[in-house]
C-alpha cells in the first residue's frame, strides 16, 4: 500500500481525536450507549494505519467515515451534543458543526439523497421542537418536489459522478440506469 501523504494523515488524526470525545461521552452515563461506541470505533479502525478496509483509507473515504459519523452530531440536540462541540472547539480539531437544512434553504435547492434524508428527519424534528426558524413549510415543499423525482428515479441526482455511494450502491445505480436508458433528473436521456 501505498504511503499516505501527511495531509491526510494529519486529517485521520484529528477525526480519531473526535471519535475519542465521542466515545468518551457515550462511554459514561447519562449518555451511555454501547451500540454508539461500537460505531465510532469502527469509524476509527478505518481511518488509521493498520486499516481495516485499505479500500477506504484515502481522502474520499475519509470524508465518507466523517460524514457517517459526524452525521448524528450535526442533526442531534441535547446536553450532550452541545458538550461534544464545545470539546471539538476546544480542542481546536478542523471540524465545525454543519447545519445541512439551513444550507439547503439558502442555496435554494437539495443536492442529494443524504441531503433529502437529512431535510425530511430535520422535518420530524421540528414538529418535535428543534427550531428552524419558522422555515419549515418552505423546507416541506423543497423535499416534496425531490420525493416527486424520487418516485420516477430512485436516484435522484444528474449523474452518478453527482454523489459520493458507496461502490455497491454505485453499481446498482449503473445498473438501474442501464435498465432504464439513463434517467436524468432533468428528464433528458
Given at each position: 500500500?501505498?504511503?499516505?501523504?501527511?495531509?491526510?494523515?494529519?486529517?485521520?488524526?484529528?477525526?480519531?481525536?473526535?471519535?475519542?470525545?465521542?466515545?468518551?461521552?457515550?462511554?459514561?452515563?447519562?449518555?451511555?450507549?454501547?451500540?454508539?461506541?461500537?460505531?465510532?470505533?469502527?469509524?476509527?479502525?478505518?481511518?488509521?494505519?493498520?486499516?481495516?478496509?485499505?479500500?477506504?483509507?484515502?481522502?474520499?473515504?475519509?470524508?465518507?467515515?466523517?460524514?457517517?459519523?459526524?452525521?448524528?452530531?450535526?442533526?442531534?440536540?441535547?446536553?450532550?451534543?452541545?458538550?461534544?462541540?464545545?470539546?471539538?472547539?476546544?480542542?481546536?480539531?478542523?471540524?465545525?458543526?454543519?447545519?445541512?437544512?439551513?444550507?439547503?434553504?439558502?442555496?435554494?435547492?437539495?443536492?442529494n439523497?443524504?441531503e433529502?434524508?437529512?431535510?425530511?428527519?430535520?422535518?420530524?424534528?421540528?414538529?418535535?421542537?428543534?427550531?428552524?426558524?419558522?422555515?419549515?413549510?418552505?423546507?416541506?415543499?423543497?423535499?416534496?418536489?425531490?420525493?416527486?423525482?424520487?418516485?420516477?428515479?430512485?436516484?435522484?441526482?444528474?449523474?452518478?459522478?453527482?454523489c459520493?455511494?458507496?461502490?455497491?450502491?454505485?453499481?446498482?445505480?449503473?445498473?438501474?440506469?442501464?435498465?432504464?436508458?439513463?434517467?436524468?433528473?432533468?428528464?433528458?436521456?
Amino acid at each position: 500500500m501505498k504511503p499516505k501523504s501527511a495531509k491526510y494523515l494529519a486529517r485521520a488524526q484529528a477525526f480519531c481525536e473526535a471519535v475519542d470525545l465521542a466515545v468518551a461521552i457515550r462511554s459514561a452515563p447519562p449518555w451511555e450507549d454501547k451500540r454508539d461506541v461500537e460505531h465510532y470505533l469502527w469509524c476509527k479502525e478505518r481511518a488509521l494505519p493498520p486499516y481495516k478496509d485499505p479500500v477506504i483509507a484515502n481522502p474520499r473515504g475519509l470524508a465518507e467515515l466523517e460524514n457517517i459519523f459526524f452525521t448524528p452530531w450535526n442533526e442531534g440536540i441535547g446536553e450532550d451534543v452541545e458538550c461534544f462541540w464545545q470539546l471539538v472547539a476546544e480542542r481546536g480539531l478542523p471540524f465545525e458543526r454543519k447545519d445541512i437544512v439551513r444550507d439547503a434553504l439558502n442555496r435554494g435547492r437539495i443536492n442529494n439523497e443524504m441531503e433529502y434524508q437529512t431535510i425530511t428527519d430535520s422535518i420530524v424534528i421540528q414538529q418535535h421542537g428543534k427550531d428552524l426558524g419558522g422555515r419549515g413549510r418552505e423546507i416541506g415543499q423543497n423535499a416534496r418536489s425531490v420525493r416527486e423525482a424520487s418516485e420516477q428515479a430512485p436516484f435522484p441526482l444528474k449523474t452518478l459522478e453527482d454523489c459520493h455511494f458507496t461502490p455497491a450502491r454505485r453499481r446498482e445505480a449503473r445498473a438501474w440506469q442501464q435498465e432504464t436508458n439513463s434517467y436524468s433528473i432533468s428528464g433528458r436521456k
